[in-house]
């Protein structure tokens, strides 16, 4: 079978594709025909609608094991990992929420059933659990008692920062209200960008601005990511 290509569509990242394909995320990324896409998107799991992927031909791999006795493989590259850091949102003391009660539901997109998971924040707020790389949608529900909060996430639905909808959503996260139209930087993105920026200690833009630089698409992302 020859290598063949794959279109992007929206709620796609590396994971749930090499996973449709039984093969490895890196498999699929590190291919020589990628290269131009990796260096444009640089982040596998944030992928656009219409990107074009090609897919390798999977290789048969040999193993020796003695006759006549039981052996165990393992399948490499499951799960992934789901990784968000809750805060108090107070202007004064953007705190991690530690220790917060929570349940997760995981709804993948082959239909097939995922134990709920309950847990703990940790100390820096952090929720973090296993999930299967085809993951669809996530219902988060933190349990404190009457005041009992869901948090619907699309899993793979996040675009590249590079793009107007990527950076709305990062800047969304991060606390900044930005306009509601995807395609453009409206009025009030830029304005949540020009405060970014002020936060951060970041050149500001001129109020006309039609481009972002890189420091501040850079900053945008390394602290979405909490790198």
């Known amino acids: 079978m020859a290598d063949r290509r794959y279109t992007v569509k929206q709620g796609d990242c590396i994971s749930s594709i090499a996973f449709a394909y039984n093969l490895f995320p890196k498999t699929i990324w590190d291919h020589p025909d990628n290269v131009e896409l990796k260096k444009l998107r640089k982040d596998p799991n944030a992928l656009f ?11 048969l791999k040999e193993e020796q094991c003695q006759a006549e006795q039981k052996h165990r493989f393992r399948r490499k590259g499951v799960p992934e990992r789901l990784r968000i850091q809750f805060l108090t949102g107070d202007e004064e003391d953007d705190a991690p929420r530690k220790a917060v009660p ?5 709804t993948t997109k082959s239909g097939s059933s995922v134990p709920r998971k309950e847990g703990k924040t940790d100390n820096d707020g952090y929720l973090d659990e296993a999930i299967p790389p085809d993951a669809l949608k996530g219902v988060i529900i933190f ?4 005041d009992q909060e869901v948090y619907e996430i699309m899993l793979g639905h996040l675009d590249p920062v590079g793009t107007p909808s990527g950076i709305k959503a990062r800047l969304e996260n991060l606390g900044y209200e930005c306009g509601e139209d995807d395609n453009t930087l409206d009025y009030v993105t830029i304005e949540a960008v020009r ?7 970041l ?6 601005f039609t481009e972002i630089d890189q420091d501040t698409l850079d900053k945008i992302e390394e602290l979405y ?3």
């Not at 609608?49 to 290789?59: A, H, M, N, R, T």
């Not at 050149?203 to 006309?208: A, E, F, N, Y």
């Open 49 to 59: 609608p219409g990107d074009s992927l090609v897919i390798p031909e999977k290789q």
């Open 225 to 227: 990511s909490g790198e």
């Open 203 to 208: 050149k500001i833009l001129p109020s006309d």
């Open 143 to 146: 349990d404190e008692g009457e």
């Open 102 to 106: 929570y349940t997760l539901d995981i």
């Open 195 to 201: 405060k970014f920026q002020a936060d951060n200690d």
